[in-house]
């Protein structure tokens, strides 16, 4: 358990005793009332106290109750953003996985020979031709394809996750913002071509998406 998680489970259990101490401090409150005034009464007068404790006990229960709702709520977005916080740091640690090195570094070759590709034919080619020596490069090697999918598969995971709101998305932007911008530079006409190849728009559509809404924050 992180330290976070624990100070958020500590806090939770304090507000769960608090709520029982106060119930318990009303429950306490209302049969001391009722045996003290109605000690030495008639039985009209204790009925009649019976109603009047009834209606305290009514007006503190729904209180309680209030109460109780309000920590049972606020307790659950806690937890909630407690869970998003874990999955960001789980993601985070799995991208660092030993497992994930060869495709880091089969992006870095391609990004090394597309450098000296583009110097060889220009800085100034046209979109088209940037992309067709992109394509290229990748589709000369099948090695190069599988690991380049799933480099792309995995940041399509997260940007799902960032998009169903199912992870904590600052986290996530600190730590892989310069990883997507970078992915897309490089392999955006790529996607497109598939795309394009396949008519299935859907393809890294949610990469895509997460990709140009970070990239305007980061440029700010």
Request: hydrophobic share 40%; charged share 25%; net charge neutral.
């Amino acid at each position: 358990m992180n330290r976070s998680t624990g100070q958020i489970s500590r806090l939770e259990f304090q507000i769960t005793l608090t709520i029982g101490l106060i119930v318990s401090l009303g429950i306490s409150i209302i049969i001391g009332a009722y045996f003290s005034v109605t000690q030495n009464k008639t039985l009209e007068e204790k009925k009649e106290a019976r109603e009047t404790i009834s209606f305290i006990a009514g007006i503190l229960g729904a209180g309680l109750g209030i109460v109780s709702a309000f920590y049972a709520v606020d307790s659950i977005s806690r937890n909630s953003q407690t869970s998003k916080i874990n999955r960001a740091i789980n993601i985070i640690s799995e991208w660092n996985n030993i497992d994930f090195q060869d495709y880091k570094d089969v992006l870095g070759e391609l990004r090394s020979k597309t450098q000296q590709l583009k110097k060889n034919n220009g800085e100034n080619a046209s979109e088209a031709e940037k992309g067709y020596i992109i394509n290229e490069i990748i589709e000369s090697d099948f090695g190069y394809v599988g690991k380049i999918l799933g480099y792309l598969n995995f940041l399509e995971y997260v940007s799902l996750l960032v998009e169903t709101n199912c992870v904590d998305e600052d986290m996530i932007y600190e730590y892989f913002v310069v990883i997507f911008i970078k992915a897309d530079d490089l392999l955006g006409l790529w996607i497109k071509q598939r795309q394009k190849d396949s008519n299935n728009y859907k393809i890294y559509d949610q990469f895509i998406k997460v990709t140009n809404k970070w990239r305007l924050r980061y440029e700010k």
